[in-house]
């Protein structure tokens, strides 16, 4: 109607009241987190004045903070079985890998190439490329009933590889469009990954369970943890996002799903279970687009190589949990000699 401006606040309260509605219908429940996320990157469209500084505190610096304590909520959240489970099923665990850290980086160079975006942002889909999967990739995995178990194993091995794997490739492929200081991101994935990780596991060790209110609390903590970053990174970059989001939008859109496709027919290479292939495919199509925004902020280009990641990340959520509700309703057929060991992880 021509009232784009005065169109804001009813946009935002549309998004949070779907995401309201939608946890009452379990049907649809997978999909409320993406819609509170949606009315947040909405407000940080409208209103970008008040998510970029507070005063004279510029908002950006809590990224890497922010980031730290997802981490280290991911490592309260594993254990020694969960990389000793490597030595059950070695095969599933060394195609996930190569289909995360080969498929995806080469991916996004190509789509970053074919799309001819401008070297920051095109850097920023190699980025997002090369990133680990992230804790989401474990929830949706349970959703789709996929290999649990097998999910947060590639989970914590390819998290321990993104210190070496990461700069390899941004290096050889985001070298293409920006110049990449790989032993200077090696330590910052090290600051941001390795070490909350680390503290976290030894939380585990320590004092899982003892402290209920905290094992509670942090999934809700990384949670709104991640949706700050999106709202920052989205509020840093809106000009460069409204300019080119339509066409980085269908980029990441196909990035991802290319990922749950190559990733499956990758497991049906390897003569894998139904389960298994299904959870390659998750763990290959989702990527910790937190952690590719908290290395954009490190190398001080928020507002461009972040652009990618924060698209990534609402995108990633909506496709992963269409495509675990349809396989949640269409249960593997095999029958899983591992299935205790793997409602137990």
């Not at 008040?50 to 254990?79: D, R």
């Not at 996004?108 to 990739?137: D, N, Y």
């Not at 390795?194 to 094992?215: M, Q, R, S, V, Y």
Request: hydrophobic fraction near 55%.
């Amino acid at each position: 109607m021509g009232r784009l401006a005065e169109a804001g606040p009813v946009v935002i309260i549309l998004f949070a009241a779907l995401g309201i509605a939608f946890r009452g219908y379990d049907v649809l429940k997978g999909f409320a987190y993406t819609l509170m996320i949606f009315a947040a990157v909405t407000t940080a469209l409208y209103y970008p004045q008040y998510f970029i500084k507070v005063n004279n505190f510029t908002l950006t610096a809590l990224i890497t903070p922010l980031i730290q304590i997802i981490m280290f909520g991911m490592g309260t959240e594993m254990g020694v079985k969960d990389f000793a489970s490597v030595a059950k099923m070695p095969k599933a665990v060394i195609s996930g890998l190569l289909g995360h850290f080969t498929l995806m980086p080469l991916l996004g160079f190509t789509l970053a190439k074919v799309f001819g975006f401008p070297p920051e942002i095109a850097a920023g889909v190699v980025l997002i490329g090369s990133m680990p999967c992230g804790m989401a990739s474990n929830v949706m995995s349970y959703l789709a009933k996929a290999n649990l178990a097998l999910s947060i194993t590639l989970t914590a091995i390819a998290t321990l590889l993104a210190p070496f794997l990461t700069p390899m490739w941004m290096k050889i492929l985001g070298g293409e469009f920006i110049e990449v200081d790989a032993l200077a991101m090696m330590w910052d994935i090290i600051k941001m990954v390795i070490l909350p990780i680390g503290a976290g596991l030894l939380f585990n060790k320590l004092l899982k369970g003892k402290l209920e209110w905290l094992d509670k609390l942090m999934p809700l903590v990384s949670m709104l943890g991640i949706a700050f970053i999106i709202v920052i990174i989205t509020a840093s970059g809106r000009n460069n996002l409204l300019q080119i989001g339509p066409a980085l939008i269908a980029c990441t859109l196909i990035h991802n799903t290319s990922g749950y496709f190559l990733g499956y027919w990758l497991g049906r290479a390897f003569k894998l279970s139904e389960r298994d292939c299904r959870t390659i495919a998750i763990e290959v199509g989702m990527q910790n687009g937190g952690l590719a925004s908290g290395l954009a902020k490190e190398m001080g280009k928020t507002a461009t190589l972040g652009l990618a990641p924060a698209v990534f990340g609402p995108v990633m959520n909506i496709t992963g949990s269409i495509l675990a509700s349809y396989w949640h309703r269409r249960p593997p057929q095999e029958k899983d000699t591992d299935e205790k060991e793997i409602v137990t992880a």
